[in-house]
């Protein structure tokens, strides 16, 4: 049911961008929403093993991941996207503006999932096209 609901919840809140600011792709919505779903199963599987885990295998520690996404929009979205998924959660930005994402587990490759989230949303909004 939390699934349908981010599903349908995140569908209303690219359809209610700024009319100029719909320029994605269709093609690419379908597996950023397949990326979504995976990762929101497989990381709640996996919080859930660390939850039972009789010592309770946790690295909590935070990262920088420096965003290439410019509009304020689109950046609150790959949060939204992003912190969603179990595992990893944006904390704030510092002073160059890099989010900073507090994780369970700091051992985890968590800056090369988001670098393929931030691809697939780069793609989503034509944001990896040249200029």
């Known amino acids: 049911m939390a699934v349908m609901?981010?599903?349908?919840?995140?569908w209303v809140s690219l359809w209610a961008l700024p009319p100029g600011?719909?320029?994605w792709r269709l093609s690419v919505l379908?597996?950023?929403?397949?990326?979504?779903?995976t990762q929101s199963v497989l990381g709640g599987i996996d919080v859930a093993r660390r939850a039972f885990h009789p010592r309770l295998p946790l690295r909590p520690g935070c990262i920088v991941f420096?965003?290439?996404?410019?509009?304020?929009?689109?950046?609150?979205?790959?949060?939204?996207l992003t912190s969603a998924m179990p595992?990893?959660?944006v904390a704030g930005t510092d002073a160059q503006g890099r989010l900073i994402y507090h994780c369970l587990d700091t051992r985890l490759p968590v800056a090369q999932g988001l670098a393929?989230?931030?691809?697939?949303?780069l793609r989503l909004f034509r944001e990896d096209l040249p200029r």
């Open 30 to 37: 379908l597996p950023l929403i397949g990326r979504f779903l």
């Open 87 to 89: 595992g990893a959660i």
């Open 21 to 23: 600011a719909r320029a």
């Open 116 to 121: 393929r989230d931030e691809q697939l949303l």
């Open 5 to 10: 609901a981010a599903t349908i919840v995140t």
């Open 66 to 80: 420096p965003t290439r996404l410019r509009a304020a929009q689109r950046r609150a979205l790959f949060e939204t």
